[in-house]
């Protein structure tokens, strides 16, 4: 069965720290795999992708992931914290038996960034 | 990056009442786009994949004649929610692929049946 879940609904820090928001999939072959971020009352913006290529991708506003095989894991990462990184993430992956070439998303990790 | 936009971007319709959601990619060409449903605080459900030029893929459990899709370009895809209720009350994204794996998506329309 699919499955990508993302480890924490909610995640606090403070400006200038460490972000890690973490996901794990399920699937058989590697699958492509995605971060997006939500402001309230949005649409859904695309961070970085995975597609087979380097394991550690850098996406947009300073956010990097890196595919880990073995871990099957695809944790976001920035070095440090700004107030308008507070938003909903959600990780995707799309695979191609498993998940029937369609975008299947994780719940969501609501950050938190206090001052 | 890739524009996908939705209009309305929120509308509020009495109850038995037909609403219809716009779905356009403006600087690209969308074979596939895609409906999705967010409930509050809650994740994206794919409702259904629609292909220019023939019928949606409804996911199960999305009954296709409350909730008709069609794509008539290239560039635009709609939903209309028909005889609303307030159980359709429900943000409603849509999603355009562009090549073969990266989708954009627009930027929602909450929906409100009173």
């Known amino acids: 069965a699919q499955s990508v879940t993302q480890l924490g609904s909610h995640v606090s820090v403070s400006e200038g720290a460490l972000v890690l928001l973490r996901c794990n999939y399920s699937s058989s072959v590697p699958p492509y795999l995605f971060w997006y971020v939500q402001y309230p009352n949005q649409g859904l913006q695309l961070l970085l992708k995975y597609t087979s290529a380097a394991t550690l991708v850098k996406g947009i506003n300073g956010f990097e992931a890196e595919f880990k095989k073995s871990e099957t894991s695809f944790h976001l990462t920035k070095p440090s914290a700004h107030m308008s990184d507070a938003a909903e993430y959600f990780c995707a992956v799309r695979g191609f038996m498993e998940y029937g070439n369609k975008l299947v998303f994780g719940a969501g990790t609501i950050l938190r960034v206090k001052s | 990056g890739a524009v996908v936009s939705q209009h309305p971007s929120r509308v509020i319709c009495k109850s038995g009442t037909s609403v219809k959601i716009e779905c356009r990619s403006l600087d690209f060409q969308a074979t596939t786009m895609f409906w999705y449903r967010q409930f509050p605080k809650q994740s994206l459900m794919l409702m259904a994949t629609?292909?220019?030029?023939?019928?949606?893929?409804?996911e199960q459990g999305v009954e296709k004649d409350k909730f008709l899709i069609n794509h008539a370009s290239l560039t635009l895809s709609t939903l209309t929610v028909t005889s609303a209720h307030p159980e359709d009350s429900s943000f409603y994204i849509c999603s355009a692929r562009r090549g073969s794996y990266e989708q954009y998506f627009g930027p929602g329309t909450r929906l409100t049946v009173t």
């Open positions: 629609s292909n220019e030029g023939s019928k949606a893929t409804y």
